[in-house]
């Protein structure tokens, strides 16, 4: 058994949120229960789905993201500097939209100490006799997702203090994260998924930005981040090509950002997305640095509910080890399962049973 993260059987973090935890939200936005009844709520739920991702076998849980509307933009609106307000329209998925939510920065960037989800994290780590694992995303998103235009001009009249002081605010964050007794912690990233798609990339070019030089602007980003990491905390990420409601935004596989993302930047383990088409080969990997750097292998999909062959899945594991070694590898989902409140679109138990599949595969494949 795998006793440091990310484990052989391992998941991204987000988890369908409970029919009473949708209506208690719904509830508290209209006024009818208070934010103290709200909060009791969602931490009887978090104790359930700790002990249902416990009782499937995995040795790393999460709070399923339950008190977030979003994967990203609860925790980045909890930043100084940093606000949420109703957009234009919403996130453009392949074939639906986000809710017209966006983030502005209008002031210095900054982590305050009495952030909101360092209790979110306490409280989960609480609750459970295994590793709680914290996700947050990472800092790229926070420029990437709107680019110049949502950052105040008078605050940041150039983009290098912005990337300086977003890079020491994430800092600020896993020291705040590691003092609370966090010791697993994901930034979960969009970004380099968007950088291999040409349609994204011009997508930025039209709104003023220009692809060309992020991917080495945010490896300093994250690198000065990482660099307040303490030596028995793990930091993993995650790269997404977008998940909503079993939607997808980008596709196009890791070629033009494997070499920097697996060699330039210092997180322990990178758990990548590998359930379609869309991602493309496992040929990148060959840029995974011999040693103790893990690639997690998102084989298992979180957007539909049919379960995977489990032959399959190991064959894929197998063709991933030509380019890297078996030890270097973990399975999880490809993502999670509710990168938004309302979902992805399949049932609980088909959320479980994808859990126990990975869990089943990862102890036939590592431990025989």
């Given amino acids: 058994m795998k006793h440091r993260a990310p484990f052989r059987a391992d998941h991204v973090g987000s988890l369908l949120r409970p029919a009473a935890v949708k209506k208690a939200r719904q509830d508290r936005h209209e006024g009818r229960i208070s934010a103290t009844q709200l909060r009791a709520l969602e931490n009887e739920c978090i104790r359930d789905l700790v002990r249902k991702q416990e ?38 998925f392949h074939g639906m939209q986000t809710k017209a939510d966006s983030i502005v920065v209008t002031g210095k960037v900054g982590f305050p100490q009495d952030h909101p989800m360092l209790e979110d994290f306490r409280y989960l780590s609480s609750t459970t006799r295994v590793m709680p694992k914290m996700t947050i995303p990472s800092p790229t998103v926070l420029h990437f997702r709107g680019g110049r235009k949502n950052i105040n001009r008078e605050v940041y009249p150039t983009l290098d203090t912005f990337f300086d002081d977003t ?88 070629e033009p950002v494997a070499r920097i993302l697996l060699q330039g930047t210092d997180y322990d383990a990178y758990f990548l997305e590998y359930d379609s088409d869309r991602a493309g080969g496992f040929e990148p990997l060959r840029f995974l640095p011999k040693g103790d750097k893990q690639v997690v292998l998102g084989l298992v999909t979180s957007k539909t509910g049919l379960l995977e062959d489990t032959g399959l899945i190991k064959r894929r594991v197998e ?41 089943k595969i990862a102890g036939e494949v590592w431990n025989k």
């Avoid at 977030?68 to 996130?91: M, T």
């Fill in 55 to 92: 009782d499937v076998g995995l040795q790393a849980v999460t709070d399923g993201e339950i008190r977030r509307a979003y994967w990203h933009f609860d925790f980045l609106a909890g930043l100084d500097g940093v606000e949420l307000i109703p957009g234009k329209q919403g996130i453009q």
């Fill in 319 to 359: 063709e991933a080890c030509r380019y890297a070694d078996i030890d270097q590898f973990c399975l999880s989902p490809q993502c999670g399962f509710a990168s938004t409140e309302e979902g992805n679109l399949i049932s609980e138990e088909e959320q479980w049973e994808k859990l126990r599949l990975v869990v």
């Fill in 167 to 254: 890079a020491a605010a994430f800092a600020e964050a896993i020291r705040a994260f590691y003092a609370a007794g966090c010791r697993y912690l994901q930034l979960d990233d969009t970004v380099w998924a968007y950088l291999c798609s040409e349609q994204e990339k011009q997508a930025a070019r039209e709104r003023g930005d220009d692809p060309e030089g992020l991917a080495e602007i945010y490896a300093r980003m994250i690198n000065t981040a990482l660099q307040a990491r303490p030596a028995d905390m793990v930091v993993t990420t995650h790269v997404c090509r977008g998940n909503f409601r079993s939607s997808w935004i980008a596709e196009g596989g890791y």
